[in-house]
């Protein structure tokens, strides 16, 4: 099991900027990961993911173009960007692994494919 701990969130206005990171504990770190971000009453959606090997990306479309998720030269640790954020970018930011799945080229976009997850860190973006 992978434990994974997240910082950066925040209160900041529309249009401003955030950095979150994610720190994973172990040895090993060629597995995808992402950040997921939830609101109450609703499940959690992946913002960004990234994979195992060559550092492929995915982002959603509410975000593609503004958030920028990339992993640290020592590859236990990922970040998220986050820019020109809007109040609809609001919610608990969950940072995810998936050990399970491996060296694999291609992002991991469903919750159900992570197993090990952070505690959340809440974004809170006023308008």
């Known amino acids: 099991q992978v434990q994974l701990d997240e910082a950066g969130g925040g209160l900041v206005q529309a249009g401003g900027s955030l950095i979150l990171s994610c720190t994973a504990s172990?040895?090993?770190?060629?597995?995808?990961m992402a950040w997921f971000r939830q609101v109450p009453g609703e499940d959690r959606e992946i913002v960004a993911g990234?994979?195992?090997?060559?550092?492929?990306?995915y982002y959603s479309e509410s975000v593609k173009g503004r958030f920028t998720i990339s992993r640290g030269s020592t590859r236990n640790i990922i970040f998220l960007q986050m820019k020109n954020l809007k109040p609809e970018d609001t919610g608990v930011y969950f940072c995810?692994?998936?050990?399970?799945?491996?060296?694999?080229?291609?992002?991991?976009?469903?919750?159900?494919?992570?197993?090990?997850w952070g505690q959340g860190t809440q974004v809170t973006v006023s308008s």
């Open positions: 995810a692994a998936s050990p399970r799945n491996g060296r694999t080229y291609i992002p991991k976009k469903e919750a159900s494919d992570y197993d090990d």
């Open positions: 172990g040895h090993t770190f060629n597995y995808p």
């Open positions: 990234i994979s195992g090997l060559l550092d492929n990306t």
